[in-house]
């Protein structure tokens, strides 16, 4: 069964930039991996407290679609030799604490958009 | 502030059916799809419908999901109190971003 595992530090200084990494990982590898031009890979935040927050998403060509209002921050890359993709978030303050969660999106429209695998997440603490 | 609207809390006994709703607008539940999400602290959230209708295999068909206007629906019927949980709707937004509910605590009393 193919798996979203995300994973990062747990804490970051303010100023500073947040990494995270999710790994791709399954008995399909050949269909459900990374490469294949059947999904978009996306990360979703949830601060403390409140609700989801889409970040963005990347397919395996590379293109990427960002939230406008982190799009100035934010870096979503892919790593087909590693089936994993990650998120990059620059000049960090405590409003990006947040549980991060990365996930799968079928190719579909974009009128027809939603996640169908999740990770379990990672919270991440932006404090000196 | 979420610019898809749900109510904060709804609660149900077993047995029951509850609907949870979720307002938006034009630009985004007027024009495209809605998802839902069933989320326990501590876990990886779970698809529940897409395409505003449609359940994904191994869904219950106690789920089921609905949409009209610039509003939608997800309601539970036959409620159990595996269902406590917080639930998320999700849509695309034509100024190009996606959009989540504020999320709804469902208790089972």
């Known amino acids: 069964q193919l798996q979203l595992q995300d994973s990062g530090p747990g804490l970051v200084k303010p100023s500073e930039t947040l990494s995270l990494t999710c790994a791709v990982s399954g008995d399909s590898i ?6 294949s031009d059947s999904y978009y890979w996306g990360w979703i935040r949830q601060p403390p407290g409140k609700g989801l927050e889409w970040i963005g998403s990347i397919c395996s060509s590379g293109t990427t679609y960002y939230n406008p209002s982190l799009k100035s921050r934010v870096t979503i890359s892919v790593d087909t ?8 978030l620059t000049s960090v303050t405590a409003a990006d604490t947040a549980v991060y969660y990365c996930a799968r999106r079928p190719v579909t429209s974009f009128s027809d958009w939603y996640f169908d695998l999740w990770g379990r997440g990672t919270l991440v603490t932006v404090s000196s | 502030q979420s610019v898809l609207t749900q109510p904060p809390s709804a609660s149900g006994t077993p047995g029951q059916t509850v609907t949870i709703s979720c307002s938006g607008s034009r630009s985004n539940i007027g024009s495209n799809y809605v998802s839902w999400y069933q989320h326990l602290p501590g876990t990886a959230p779970k698809l529940l419908i897409y395409r505003s209708n449609q359940r994904p295999s191994g869904v219950p068909d ?44 469902l208790t089972v009393l």
Do not use: H, P, V
């Open chain 1, 81 to 88: 030799s590693n089936n994993q993709f990650s998120l990059r």
């Open chain 1, 30 to 35: 050949t269909s459900d991996s990374i490469t």
């Open chain 2, 62 to 105: 106690r789920f089921s999901g609905s949409k009209s206007g610039t509003s939608a629906s997800l309601t539970i019927s036959g409620l159990r109190s595996e269902d406590e949980a917080d639930y998320y709707c999700a849509a695309w937004d034509d100024s190009l971003t996606a959009l989540f509910g504020g999320g709804t605590i």
